[in-house]
């Protein structure tokens, strides 16, 4: 397959080549916490040098430690609920499926899958990956209230997104998530959350591929205020990456200083924050 060119597509949509950069840069470690081999595929299919976006130090193991957590808060739900549908919030190139799906556990079987991101990110994501039956495309930007027409509701559903949330302002994320409630019967959300601080640096880690420098996303003081945007979320729990198991493989430094942050709930949050809630 020739390299997809990807020049026509926005700031805000090349920020999906962050996120898939540090599954790649993991990848590539000796000892990989994630070990994406289908992202290192998809960026090879990519006519665009990656290198250019520059990861400051410790983004590729938060990219990849949030997948985990996310993956982990995935398989727990469907574990839960065999006829789940689990849908991706600004998919972007992300991979999720195929890393849960590898093992052909029969735990997946029943599930679906619907990823949904822009037309343009959701027609290049169809270029480069082949489509299996249970995963479906939705092409549609997350404020047309039609992004929810095609995805079942009479079923039990995770919606699940990683560095989405954080790049829209609080009237477009309660848009979003009354339209989510309004659409799914029962489900949960999890997401990575910012604080108000982290939101602020956006455009400091998003302007190498093009967001203004001085871009800010949003952020929130506490897991609760996204229960305030949207009351028929009741909130479940949150997590630190500080506190995750995948810590133990961090190199001395950076576990020392998760150890630290992991009894510090400001300072935890504003590194790798996981936030539940049902509805
Ligand atoms: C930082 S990337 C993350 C991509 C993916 N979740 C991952 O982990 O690789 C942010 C993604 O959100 C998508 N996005 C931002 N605003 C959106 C909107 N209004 N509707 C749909 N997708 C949106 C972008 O196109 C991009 O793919």
Redesign the pocket.
């Known amino acids: 397959m020739a390299p997809l060119n990807i020049d026509h597509?926005?700031p805000?949509?090349?920020?999906?080549?962050?996120?898939?950069n540090?599954?790649v840069v993991d990848a590539a470690r000796r000892r990989p916490l994630l070990s994406d081999a289908k992202a290192v595929e998809l960026a090879d299919n990519l006519d665009y040098d990656l290198t250019t976006v520059k990861l400051t130090s410790g983004v590729p193991e938060a990219?990849a430690i949030r997948?985990r957590m996310l993956d982990r808060a995935v398989t727990t739900f469907v574990r839960e609920h065999r006829d789940a549908v689990v849908v991706?919030?600004?998919?972007?190139?992300?991979?999720?499926r195929w890393r849960l799906t590898a093992s052909q556990d029969a735990l997946w079987r029943e599930v679906d899958w619907y990823d949904?991101?822009?037309p343009?990110?959701v027609e290049l994501r169809e270029k480069l990956m082949s489509e299996t039956e249970r995963g479906h495309s939705v092409g549609?930007?997350?404020?047309?209230p039609s992004?929810t027409d095609t995805i079942p509701k009479d079923r039990p559903a995770v919606i699940v997104?990683?560095?989405?949330l954080g790049?829209?302002s609080e009237d477009?994320n309660r848009r979003?998530l009354r339209r989510i409630t309004d659409h799914f019967p029962r489900g949960q959300l999890v997401f990575n959350a910012y604080t108000r601080f982290t939101a602020r640096m956006n455009g400091r880690f998003?302007k190498v591929v093009g967001m203004p420098a001085d871009f800010q996303g949003y952020g929130i003081a506490d897991p609760t205020d996204i229960v305030a945007l949207d009351p028929a979320l009741t909130y479940i729990d949150e997590q630190f990456g500080d506190a995750a198991p995948e810590r133990d493989q961090l190199n001395l430094a950076y576990r020392l200083l998760a150890q630290v942050f992991a009894n510090w709930r400001g300072q935890a949050r504003r590194g790798v924050w996981i936030v539940r809630y049902r509805f």
């Open positions: 597509l926005s805000l949509q090349k920020t999906l080549l962050i996120t898939l540090g599954r990219v997948s991706e919030l600004g998919c972007g190139l992300e991979t999720r949904v991101d822009f343009e990110v549609v930007s997350l404020l047309d992004w997104s990683d560095g989405v790049f829209l477009e979003i998003t």
